[in-house]
């Protein structure tokens, strides 16, 4: 069975600077890998997601995430940090022929400080 | 388009008594997925529902139970409370895919709190 494990519960940063959110995975067969951010009192957004191809993808809000198959990761990124970045972003996972049952990480916090 | 939408917003119950979570999927979407997400941890998939069969599930006891309505609206059901349960309750709706994987869109939960 998969597991995900994001490695901070929380980080703290100031607006502006760059963030990197970690998460590594568990599995025996292949998996897709996904991305999705909970703002307070609200449901989940997908962020970003990698299915196939190219291993480094990107959000519109200019988040990415890096696909390493080796290391079996799939760390969260932004150059630049905004006030509104503040949520929880929870790492998910789903192995490939299983449909579409997501297992998710525990969540990291953003916290971005002025 | 509305979204995905799920009803009581919040629920208050006591330990023993049963609770009945209510969500509708996003317009064109045939398949309905419910997690549970407890304070402070990552959602956990309990069940999945297409054709108003239950067609995967995770580890969660018999006392978790659903149904899908031919509108492709869904209910979780909870028996015999207990308070572990409180927690958040999303649901997430998608098109069926059979074994590969499509988007799925998650609703604002339902928060159950049970005292």
């Known amino acids: 069975a998969q597991s995900v494990t994001q490695l901070d519960s929380q980080v703290p940063v100031f607006e502006e600077a760059p963030v990197e959110l970690r998460c590594n995975y568990s599995?025996?067969?292949?998996?897709?890998l996904f991305w999705y951010v909970q703002y307070p009192n609200q449901g989940l957004q997908l962020l970003l997601k990698?299915?196939?191809?190219?291993?480094l993808v990107e959000s519109i809000n200019g988040f990415e995430a890096e696909f390493n198959k080796s290391q079996t990761s799939f760390h969260l990124r932004k150059p630049s940090v905004h006030i509104s970045d503040t949520a929880e972003y929870f790492c998910?996972?789903?192995?490939?022929?299983?449909?579409?049952?997501?297992?998710f990480g525990g969540g990291t916090r953003l916290m971005v400080k002025p | 388009d509305a979204g995905v939408t799920q009803s009581p917003t919040h629920l208050i119950k006591t330990r023993g008594q049963q609770v009945t979570l209510r969500c509708s999927p996003k317009?064109?979407?045939?398949?309905v997925s419910w997690y549970q997400q407890a304070l402070g941890q990552g959602p956990q998939f309990i069940f999945q529902y297409y054709e108003e069969e239950e067609r995967q599930r995770g580890n969660f006891p018999d006392r978790f139970s659903g149904h899908q309505f031919p509108n492709y609206s869904s209910e979780l059901n909870v028996n015999a409370l207990l308070l572990g349960d409180s927690a958040l309750y999303l649901c997430?709706?998608?098109?069926?895919?059979?074994?590969?994987?499509?988007?799925?869109?998650f609703g604002p939960g339902t928060r159950l709190t049970v005292l």
């Open positions: 317009s064109g979407h045939d398949t």
């Open positions: 599995s025996s067969v292949s998996v897709y």
């Open positions: 997430a709706s998608s098109l069926w895919t059979g074994t590969s994987i499509n988007e799925q869109f």
């Open positions: 990698y299915l196939s191809g190219s291993t």
């Open positions: 998910a996972v789903s192995e490939a022929n299983a449909g579409n049952m997501l297992t």
